[in-house]
């Protein structure tokens, strides 16, 4: 499989792009790991087109081992930059039995242009054998040494 369709960046090359892009290594680390809950999410909000991932502040701080502020500041600047989109919707949750803010995020087309990828094909095509893989999203490449 090809590398260059995996856009989760930590573990190759276009990880020293995102550090560029987000301004530090733990902002990039941080943006890599939105990338990723973004690549594996089906979840679309109502009047959106785009595919979002929803988690709370406090578990996108765990997630990402970082303090809600800093979770909050990050966010604050990637949007500033056009790297993301997010919206605050409220809905209701089973867990609090009541309505709760939810924070929705999706990557936008400028990051994805900025890092050269392709949107994921949309789901209602067949990929190819050759595309075939676990994500419906995106291939995998896995350049773990044996």
Not at 70 to 93: A, C, H, P, Q, W
Not at 117 to 131: F, G, H, I, L, M
Request: hydrophobic letters at 30%; a positive charge; proline letters at 3%.
């Amino acid at each position: 499989m090809n590398k260059n369709n995996n856009i989760a960046t930590i573990y190759h090359d276009r990880h020293d792009q995102l550090k560029l892009l987000a301004g530090s290594p733990a902002k990039a680390e941080f943006l890599s790991k939105c990338i990723y809950w973004w690549q594996i999410s089906k979840y679309k909000i109502k009047n959106s087109d785009h595919i979002w991932f929803t988690r709370t502040t406090d578990e996108l701080a765990a997630g990402a081992s970082l303090s809600e502020s800093s979770v909050g500041r990050y966010l604050r600047d990637f949007s500033d930059k056009g790297l993301i989109e997010k919206r605050v919707i409220k809905r209701f949750s089973r867990k609090h039995d009541q309505d709760i803010a939810c924070l929705h995020i999706r990557i936008t087309n400028k990051l994805l242009a900025l890092l050269k990828t392709k949107k994921p094909s949309a789901t209602n095509q067949k990929p190819s054998d050759k595309e075939k893989s676990h994500s419906k999203n995106l291939q995998q490449f896995d350049d773990t040494p044996s």
